[in-house]
């Protein structure tokens, strides 16, 4: 079967102009405004051994990734589907003799196996924070408040942020609201598809409160209250309270503590952050936990923010001038020029004009005139 010319894969796609140039502005701005909180980068490949993209959070899947095998190597590799799981691999090897927490930025491509209704691109632009060797409150408050920080560099107007708790359920259910094992799959099941009809069907309506709870911020933990002091998570609701406070009030802020849908590894905390007019998530992030080597476990706390919805959406388009340079011009001024911050058109010949190039300026006589 031949392939039609130009042709992409399901959910991939080239970026054109603007768009390119949008994303890598963002994604510089986005690193820029990470580094400042002392963040540092690192760059991890595209593509390493399955087994190290899922060996260092518990909960990474294998179904997940888009592997091959290496004609160099003979070896199993797989395309990042995120670049959290890299980065816990360098906290654990390269970088585990560094004092902790330790605070690494990154930024790049990932490849989804799959896409989903909302994104049907595949490949998609990751850029986020980590802060390894601690998950108090102090650290996600450090994290969300930067997330926040971060799309407004970007540009985004009306943040809101989705808190949950996506370990709540496995704790309760090991605990205080004890359900038979074998039903804990369904319980979970019933959960995610926030089906209080399947609550009674499987005799555990005790997690009802949990469904009904998930709402606007300060609702949500009012209902929550009576529960989380019976059940013993009133700690966990209190934890909330400090961070919801941290934030700025601007920013919306709902909970739904029984969501776990892409937070296959986050621990107590997770979040997803959304932007006014944009469509679907612009980033998601929480507490996790990291395997070193020698079974070690070590938390975390981090952020990853998706560059394509943003590029979807408009930002980082930047309009500039662009000046017409004609031919028989001072190359030495037009390198002036291009310091400045101009764009610069030159002429190949004598036909070449400034509309066909949309240009807005050009340069005569020595001097830049408007078009
Ligand atoms: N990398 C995760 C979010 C995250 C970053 N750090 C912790 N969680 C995601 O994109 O879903």
Excluded at 157 to 185: F, G
Excluded at 236 to 265: N, Q, W
Excluded at 275 to 298: C, N, P, V, W
Aim: aromatic letters at 6%; a negative charge; glycine letters at 8%.
């Amino acid at each position: 079967m031949t392939i039609a010319h130009g042709l992409l894969p399901e959910g991939l796609r080239d970026r054109l102009p603007p768009q390119a140039e949008a994303a890598s502005r963002l994604l510089h701005h986005v690193i820029v405004a990470i580094n400042r909180h002392g963040y540092e980068r690192v760059s991890p490949p595209l593509a390493e051994f399955e087994e190290s993209l899922l060996g260092r959070l518990k909960s990474a899947r294998k179904q997940d990734l888009l592997r091959f095998v290496d004609p160099v190597s003979q070896r199993s590799l797989a395309l990042r589907p995120d670049i959290t799981g890299q980065i816990g691999r360098i906290a654990t090897t390269r970088l585990n003799h560094r004092p902790r927490p330790l605070r690494l930025a990154y930024g790049g491509t990932v490849m989804k196996l799959r896409a989903t209704q909302l994104r049907p691109e595949r490949e998609l632009m990751q850029a986020g924070a980590e802060l390894i060797g601690n998950d108090s409150v102090a650290a996600v408050i450090e994290i969300l408040g930067m997330a926040v920080e971060t799309l407004k560099i970007a540009g985004v107007k009306e943040i809101s942020i989705d808190l949950t708790l996506p370990d709540l359920v496995e704790r309760l259910a090991d605990t205080t609201l004890p359900i038979d094992a074998s039903k804990k799959e369904k319980l979970f099941a019933v959960l995610d598809a926030k089906d209080a009809g399947g609550l009674s069907e499987l005799d555990a309506t005790g997690y009802r409160p949990l469904l009904e709870a998930a709402g606007p911020f300060d609702e949500a933990i009012e209902k929550l209250q009576p529960m989380a002091e019976k059940l013993g998570f009133a700690d966990r609701l209190e934890a909330l309270k400090t961070i919801r406070a941290s934030l700025d009030p601007s920013v919306h802020v709902t909970l739904d503590p029984t969501e776990r849908h892409g937070f296959e590894y986050q621990t107590w905390i997770g979040f997803s952050l959304f932007g006014s007019g944009i469509l679907g998530e612009i980033g998601r992030g929480g507490s996790y936990t990291i395997i070193h080597q020698d079974k070690r476990e070590e938390q975390a706390v981090g952020f990853s923010l998706y560059i394509d919805p943003l590029v979807d959406a408009g930002l980082g388009q930047k309009k500039s001038r662009k000046l017409f340079l004609p031919l028989g011009h001072d190359p030495e001024q037009a390198r002036a020029f291009r310091q400045e911050g101009w764009i610069t058109i030159a002429a190949l010949d004598e036909e070449d004009d400034p509309v066909r190039h949309q240009c807005t300026d050009i340069l005569t006589g020595g001097h830049i005139k408007p078009l």
